[in-house]
């Protein structure tokens, strides 16, 4: 509870929404860390800012939301689970320790191969084999050098931690500038009807954030770059009731998307968004008045980083507290960080969304996976992790025909709510 509290206070919210909360349900996501509350403050943080009353955040179901959190686990596409984990991803021994890599998207594999001198053709006992007799500040550096990705895993740093969380889990920063703008439409049943989202993100969290806002009614555009894809599996996951596009972000349509947008959603890295002049500040700058979501990695203290969430648990210490012996390291039972970032982002622009119709200006909100990790290292802990219970998943199934295809998804954390089916990734047209 006190964590909720606490969230939605640095949000800015209603403080009248915390009146009478419910004591928080047990959320099965074992872990020596308390990985299920971090998920239910993250998930009642968007229910709260959605308009639903504290009451009602008894409504919303604890096994649904550590379903949710491990969506990628319930996905099925023909009635089969995709592999979504690539062979160059995982844990690697090295000659002084460990090492975390991330390999799901081809580059990426493609850079960790160049930088251990691997032909095209290596499986993972290749690379076991390269490693084994590097150490591993090394072999990051090699990795990393090349432009793929790699940390060490290390312990956890209690006085860094700390000092992360004195700052607020979201930062918002607002500017003056803009007028008072209302929405285009009345929202109909679903409060965020009427409000236009440019997502421009992968992966989890982004996506998850705009998963929900399109749960809630919006318009959500997600514009990839041509050059990039996205595995199917990670789209068909997220993607529930957004369009989806390809452009280039160079080209004048883009800009005229921007034009048109209430809130833009960036997760890229900061060197690239800058160079396409999409740095949160130029587009406060160009474009008055939109909202601004911003996610990294590792946030401001090291803005020149690239990472996902298993980089992060695995450098941060999590992956030591979670590990299931002595030996190798463990992860938590979900991609965390990036569930509650997505939940946490999407909290804020709706209460950003409320002050921008009252006050105008522009407005930004801004977090990390390594602020949240952060978060969590400080939330208390047990001794084991407590094992998995089996669940009968069928209450908490949605299934939608995309692309002829037979999708089964994990319905939606806010139960007052149905997702809308994902569309094929790259099928749309870039218009609002």
């Not at 160059?88 to 493609?110: E, K, L, Q």
């Not at 048109?260 to 900061?270: E, S």
């Not at 203290?301 to 996902?308: D, L, V």
Request: net charge neutral; hydrophobic share 45%.
């Amino acid at each position: 509870m006190r964590v909720l509290t606490r969230f939605w206070r640095e949000l800015g919210g209603d403080p009248g929404r915390l009146i009478d909360l419910p004591a928080p349900p047990v959320v099965p996501l074992p872990s020596r860390l308390s990985t299920g509350d971090l998920a239910w403050a993250s998930v009642a943080a968007a229910a709260l800012a959605s308009g639903r009353a504290a009451a009602d955040l008894t409504a919303m179901d604890p096994v649904r939301i550590a379903l949710s959190y491990r969506s990628d686990r319930m996905l099925r596409i023909d009635g089969a689970a995709p592999s979504v984990w690539s062979p160059y991803s995982g844990f690697w021994v090295t000659s002084d320790g460990w090492i975390r890599t991330h390999g799901n998207y081809p580059h990426h594999a493609a850079a960790m191969r160049a930088a251990l001198q691997l032909t095209d053709t290596a499986v993972s006992r290749d690379i076991s084999a390269a490693l084994a007799s590097i150490g591993s500040r090394e072999a990051c550096a090699r990795i990393s050098g090349a432009g793929g990705l790699a940390v060490e895993v290390a312990d956890e740093r209690p006085e860094f931690d700390a000092a992360l969380r004195e700052r607020p889990i979201v930062e918002i920063q607002h500017t003056e500038g803009a007028p008072a703008r209302v929405l285009r439409h009345s929202p109909g049943d679903r409060p965020l009807e009427g409000v236009r989202v440019l997502d421009l993100t992968r992966v989890i969290a982004g996506p998850v954030c705009t998963r929900t806002l399109a749960l809630l009614g919006a318009d959500v555009l997600r514009i990839d770059p041509p050059h990039l894809p996205e595995p199917e599996w990670q789209h068909l996951d997220t993607g529930h009731g957004k369009r989806s596009a390809l452009l280039d972000a160079r080209s004048d349509r883009f800009r005229e998307l921007l034009s048109g947008a209430d809130v833009v959603v960036l997760g890229y890295h900061p060197s690239a968004l800058a160079r396409l002049g999409l740095a949160p500040d130029a587009l406060a700058a160009e474009h008055p008045g939109t909202i601004v979501l911003d996610l990294s990695a590792w946030g401001a203290e090291q803005p020149a980083r690239r990472g996902f969430d298993s980089l992060v648990q695995a450098e941060s210490g999590i992956a030591v507290i979670e590990s299931a012996d002595a030996g190798r390291p463990g992860a938590l039972p979900a991609q965390a960080l990036d569930h509650s970032a997505g939940y946490l982002l999407a909290a804020s622009a709706m209460i950003l969304l409320e002050r921008r119709r009252l006050h105008g200006g522009n407005w930004r909100a801004s977090t990390s996976l390594r602020r949240i990790a952060a978060e969590l290292l400080g939330m208390p802990r047990r001794q084991e992790p407590g094992s998995d219970a089996d669940i009968d998943t069928t209450a908490h199934a949605a299934r939608f025909t995309v692309a002829g295809r037979q999708i089964l998804t994990t319905r939606p954390v806010l139960p007052w709510f149905e997702f809308e089916a994902p569309r094929p990734w790259s099928g749309d047209q870039p218009r609002w």
